[in-house]
């Protein structure tokens, strides 16, 4: 089997790969070798672990997006800025390898000047939704580590905006002395909901709201699932509340994990939007796919 | 050399005692032996290594506040219901020893079941800042790892409130994707007034505004010290806040480590409020001194 090209996410904490075909996905597999955990030669050795049986004689398309491409990863793709589209022809950055049976490009990321902002990785998931739904106009919602808000116009990346609610949650919640209170991983959507309504409308409790996890767990044997689910209600109707500019009246697609897509989903069904949801691994390989190609070649 | 009493400050990562006389102190010591680090008999062995070289053929009164006496520590001293009186005459809980050189009494913390919150440790400071201004009625700061607001009258807290402020600042510049914007340990005190100015106003941007400074160091070289002050003004302005009802129009007390009430007082002193700043160690042990005598015996 030799795919007509492989498709490679490659973000801070994983490596997966797929082998295309004409008909989509041949195989696929990952590992552990985020680019945080590799240096130098590392990367095109970890590379080739995954892919080493997929290759033939002649050379494969490679093409890769994530924080492979960071100044710190293999090998740097400078941040294109926008208004842009999420990803443009020929843009991909060509990385020498030392093994010829594979043509390697990476996609750059985008950066925002003001306010401050940068993404890697998502603007390929950007692009895999426009080429699902090629006259899309609204918002994208891309939950995770760092949650991005992309709005997007006439194919163009407009302004976006970054959160660290997921960073945060995972802090909070295996760090923090809330992790006391929050053993195990059940959930309690009737927390959630109540938490979300609280920070959605009052943003400022949530920097008073956290510790009483803690103090309802000692003194009133508050359920662990239902501080988790507080906790993360708290964290996204916060982040709701700083986002409304970017959903409120807009067409939202939310992209990322089933289960926290879903968590966004519903709260934002509870302010009377309803999030159209997208795989999250469709959108990257939708994407990937269009970086492959340049201008007129589609 | 033999001591009055003993006076020890033992919290979740370090323990401190000192030696009382009738003038004050007569000699300090520390460790790292907090109460995290102990079970068992650890803890009575942890103090002896201290305290030993203290000790002579009569017993010695050793009284103690902080998270030794929880229920994970050495002793659990129940949380005291308020309003009340922050360290309660006799309320000071004994604790089985074998050595018989030492008398050992814990000072129990405070409990509010609604909003839930509780304290250990900071009662006795608050004691002890009632021994130095025994007429106070107001509010008493506590900045720390979790920092409190406890509003004082008559000689009792009514309430108080508990913010994660510290241990966010230290999940967030250490151990998050931030702490790649502010290696080392430098200020920048425009930096931080802007930073409480803007969630002070607009609470709800700190969930927009953290990822921007991980992007901020990326896109624009934003210092190190800039983004570490920035950090610290972003978490402190959402907590006065939340804290509002607490400090506006009232008296304020500052009781902390002197880098930290400066913060504190720097960024209230920007809303109008000059808050006086004691030494928290002070008030520890005049705290612990107020523990120690039984009511009518002073």
């Not at 589209?85 to 020929?90: D, F, K, W, Y």
């Not at 209170?181 to 409790?205: H, I, K, N, Q, Y």
């Amino acid at each position: 089997m030799t795919p007509d090209w492989i498709a490679v996410d490659w973000g801070t904490t994983n490596l997966r790969v797929w082998a295309m075909g004409p008909e989509g996905v041949l195989a696929e597999t990952s590992s552990a070798d985020g680019m945080a955990a590799l240096s130098g030669d590392g990367f095109e050795a970890a590379l080739l672990r995954l892919i080493g049986p997929w290759l033939g004689d002649r050379p494969v398309p490679v093409i890769a997006c994530g924080m492979v491409g960071a100044r710190q990863g293999w090998h740097e793709a400078p941040y294109r800025r926008v208004p842009s589209a999420p990803v443009a022809p020929g843009s991909a950055v060509a990385v020498p390898v030392q093994d010829r049976r594979i043509d390697l490009r990476i996609v750059p990321g985008l950066r925002q000047d003001a306010p401050a902002d940068v993404m890697r990785g998502e603007e390929t998931q950007v692009a895999g939704v426009l080429a699902l739904h090629p006259a899309f106009d609204g918002v994208i919602c891309l939950p995770g580590t760092h949650s991005k808000w992309v709005h997007v116009s006439a194919g163009e990346v407009v302004s976006f905006q970054t959160f660290m609610t997921g960073e945060l949650f995972a802090l909070l919640s295996q760090q923090s002395v809330l992790r006391h209170a929050m053993p195990g991983d059940g959930a309690d959507d009737e927390a959630f909901d109540a938490a979300v309504a609280e920070t959605l409308s009052r943003p400022e409790r949530l920097a008073a709201r956290l510790f009483g996890l803690r103090a309802g767990s000692l003194l009133h044997d508050l359920p662990p699932p239902a501080a988790r689910s507080r906790l993360s209600g708290l964290l996204i109707g916060a982040e709701l509340a700083a986002a409304r500019p970017y959903w409120l009246g807009q067409r939202v697609i939310l992209v990322g994990s089933p289960r926290l897509a879903a968590s966004y989903a519903r709260a934002l069904a509870a302010q009377g939007l309803a999030a159209e949801a997208l795989d999250a691994t469709a959108c990257t390989l939708a994407g990937l796919a269009a970086a492959r190609h340049p201008a007129g070649d589609r």
